[in-house]
């Protein structure tokens, strides 16, 4: 389990808040910034830098400055998105946690974690979709919003712990059909 000490003051705030009495978290973590993304920003930055060195003026250090802080932009912009997400699991349901301007609190209690499906990346790392909103645009295109646990560390590992807690719900329905 990742240490509490690195997620910040106001996201254990919101949790607590959100937890109820007999709740208890099981695992916690933000989102793992995944820099095959802007890989590609990257590449054409160099390239783009390597094209300059054509033009006399533009020198090799002016270059070189250039491409690291645009290396630099790129890897600490991804950091500090993926700060501002909490994914939680309880004993009772799973939460997202998520600050733009203001904060945004999704709980999926087990019976809305029945069909869970999952997306392995690199590493580990991957995706654990359940829920997708299905919308269409004024241009009548199709457009797809998905909510879930997005580039989890250990991935399998925390679908199998969302999948115990989503088979505790079932195991409950059969409990009460048998009385």
Do not use: C
Not at 14 to 26: F, G, I, P, Q
Not at 157 to 165: A, Y
């Amino acid at each position: 389990m990742p240490q509490k000490d690195r997620f910040s003051i106001k996201f254990k705030e919101k949790l607590e808040r959100e937890l109820s009495a007999d709740e208890s978290v099981l695992w916690m973590d933000e989102p793992a910034p995944i820099f095959a993304k802007n890989l590609f920003l990257i590449i054409v930055s160099v390239a783009f830098l390597f094209s300059l060195f054509a033009i006399d003026s533009f020198n090799a250090w002016t270059a070189s400055l250039f491409a690291i802080i645009i290396v630099a932009v790129i890897i600490l912009g991804s950091k500090v998105r993926f700060k501002k997400t909490l994914y939680v699991i309880t004993n009772k349901r799973a939460i997202i946690i998520q600050k733009a301007k203001t904060y945004t609190i999704r709980s999926y209690p087990p019976h809305l974690l029945q069909f869970i499906y999952l997306t392995e990346k690199q590493m580990g790392i991957g995706d654990l979709i359940f829920e997708e909103n299905i919308s269409v645009t004024p241009s009548r295109s199709r457009k797809v919003q998905q909510f879930g646990f997005l580039n989890v560390r250990k991935v399998k590992l925390v679908e199998q712990m969302l999948r115990s807690l989503a088979a505790q719900e079932s195991s409950n329905k059969i409990a009460l059909f048998d009385d």
